[in-house]
């Protein structure tokens, strides 16, 4: 398999125990208090993240340097996706002589700002710790399928929704899809589409963990990019952004349940950390 391939597989983690952390959105000092209160071994445990490790919060290139981490597996958001294109040209041939949105990927405005502090105006370029980071993108898939059978799941970033046009019930595509995909190493562009951008279901249909639609024949799969206060559940897609950026705001009236989470796939568990608290916060359904 390609380490370009859109959706890769990974077995079961027989030492250790897996984690699924929401969209980090820059926020790593949120991260290291997460980890800290799982006491996350990083010899046999893993942490995937939905996706969305850049912009908007104070740590963007630190999260993306998590991906040199033998533990840490990502799928791509809608966020290093846009910065892919953005810097396409610049992959390609090296030089930079403007740090200028030419394809209008609107990447600059929605939060990408922060890869100005590492132009380098005088070489054209940028600089050699944002290179080695940004190199690391193309190769992140768009889809993990974790373990087998029972203890299968997926990690994406927005959802595997799909156009039902027989009836108006949104449905969600299944194993037997994504194991097609697989197989022929690629997704069909509509489909890749919803993986990154989609909130059909987050926001119309989404409940409580307990309450939760299954999709019959998709295994559980965790995602990101709309966030509320709780992890939430939908025709097998389970949603834990939780908007660890959202916290960064100051006004007062703005909810302080916001944060980001941090996802025990086996025991079904989550903590969250937010700027507007010292402590952790543990849940479970
Ligand atoms: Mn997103």
Redesign the pocket.
């Known amino acids: 398999m390609s380490n370009n391939a859109p959706i890769r597989k990974l077995p079961a983690n027989l030492q250790g125990k897996d984690y699924v952390v929401g969209?980090l959105h820059g926020c790593f000092s949120l991260l290291e208090r997460l980890l800290d209160a799982v006491h996350f071994d990083k010899s046999q445990d893993r942490l995937f993240s939905v996706g969305?490790l850049i912009d908007r919060g104070p740590d963007s290139l630190r999260c993306l340097q998590l991906l040199e981490e033998s533990w840490f597996y990502a799928v791509q958001?809608?966020?290093e996706n846009m910065m892919l294109n953005f810097f396409l040209p610049y992959l390609l041939n090296g030089n930079l002589d403007r740090l200028k949105d030419v394809a209008g990927t609107g990447f600059l405005d929605y939060g990408g700002d922060w890869v100005k502090s590492y132009y380098h105006a005088g070489k054209k370029s940028m600089l050699p710790e944002f290179n080695r980071a940004l190199t690391m993108i193309p190769k992140m898939p768009l889809m993990w399928i974790v373990g087998a059978g029972e203890n299968r799941f997926h990690i994406i970033?927005?959802e595997l929704v799909r156009p039902d046009y027989r009836t108006s019930q949104p449905a969600a595509w299944v194993d037997s899809d994504i194991d097609r995909w697989l197989a022929e190493q690629t997704i069909p562009p509509d489909v890749e589409d919803r993986l990154l951008w989609s909130r059909t279901l987050m926001l119309s249909e989404s409940c409580a963990l307990d309450k939760a639609k299954i999709q019959p024949g998709l295994s559980p799969t965790f995602c990101?990019?709309t966030c509320s206060t709780r992890p939430r559940q939908v025709l097998s897609h389970v949603c834990v952004d939780t908007g660890a950026f959202v916290s960064l705001e100051s006004d007062p009236e703005a909810d302080g349940n916001y944060g980001l989470t941090l996802f025990d796939v086996q025991a079904s568990r989550w903590v969250s950390a937010s700027y507007r608290r010292n402590d952790v916060a543990w849940g479970e359904h």
């Open positions: 969209d969305d958001g809608n966020h970033h927005a990101g990019h």
